[in-house]
Nanobody
Framework: QARLVESGGGLVQAGGSLRLSCVFS????????MGWYRQAPGKGREFVAG???????TYGDSVKGRFTISKDNAENTLYLHMNSLKAEDTAIYYC???????????WGQGTQVTVSS
């Protein structure tokens, strides 16, 4: 059974960096649309970054220039490198994949990122 598992969240000071990982067990990430979303307390889910089957990358406006998404096909892993973190980046970060449809339909359990100001 294919499963997404995120890791790498934690507590960091403003201006710091973190790297999130998402391992897709049971399936290759090659040629797969994948992305990162986040949800802050009391807010809706927000698109952070995506990489499609052709490795075309998009970012949400709030993270452009600070976050970098990448994928390691050999390791079946999606990454999110986060630099210059701000308090407003505090959220639960979710990894997602388009496995069965044109929407993100497969989700990980999430990893908490907390940025202290």
């Amino acid at each position: 059974q294919a499963r997404l598992v995120e890791s790498g969240g934690g507590l960091v000071q403003a201006g710091g960096s973190l790297r999130l990982s998402c391992v897709f067990s049971g399936r290759t990430v090659r040629n797969l649309d994948m992305g990162w979303y986040r949800q802050a307390p009391g807010k809706g889910r927000e698109f952070v970054a995506g990489i499609n089957f052709s490795d075309i990358i998009t970012y949400g406006d709030s993270v452009k220039g600070r976050f970098t998404i990448s994928k390691d096909n050999a390791e079946n892993t999606l990454y999110l490198h986060m630099n210059s973190l701000k308090a407003e980046d505090t959220a639960i970060y979710y990894c997602a994949a388009k496995l069965f449809s044109n929407d993100f339909d497969t989700w990980g359990q999430g990893t908490q990122v907390t940025v202290s100001s």
